[in-house]
Nanobody
């Protein structure tokens, strides 16, 4: 069973930065498409950013130019660098892996941005 463990969430003031990490295990990491999703209270889970095995990236319009997704295949880890954070970015952030036609989720990490 693929395991995903997120870290790096927390409380930050508007305009600040955070970096989320997601470590994967029991997976051939180089074959996975990795992504970050978020879910705010009362809202549906939404894609924030994704990165393919070829390092092609995709971002939600709301985070373009502020967030950067990257991956380290040797460490089996995907990162989300979040800059210029806004209160609207407050949510639980989930790591996602697409591997061999299956989807896996991490447990989530809370990001809270105060105004």
């Amino acid at each position: 069973q693929v395991q995903l463990v997120e870290s790096g969430g927390g409380l930050v003031q508007a305009g600040g930065s955070l970096r989320l990490s997601c470590a994967a295990s029991r997976v051939i990491f180089g074959l996975t498409t990795m992504g970050w999703y978020r879910q705010a209270p009362g809202k549906q889970r939404e894609l924030v950013a994704s990165i393919t095995s070829a390092a092609n990236t995709n971002y939600a319009d709301s985070v373009k130019a502020r967030f950067t997704i990257s991956r380290d295949n040797a460490k089996k880890t995907v990162y989300l660098q979040m800059n210029s954070l806004e209160p609207e970015d407050t949510a639980v952030y989930y790591c996602n892996a697409q591997y061999l036609s299956s989807t896996y989720w991490g447990q989530g990490t809370q990001v809270t941005v105060s105004s």
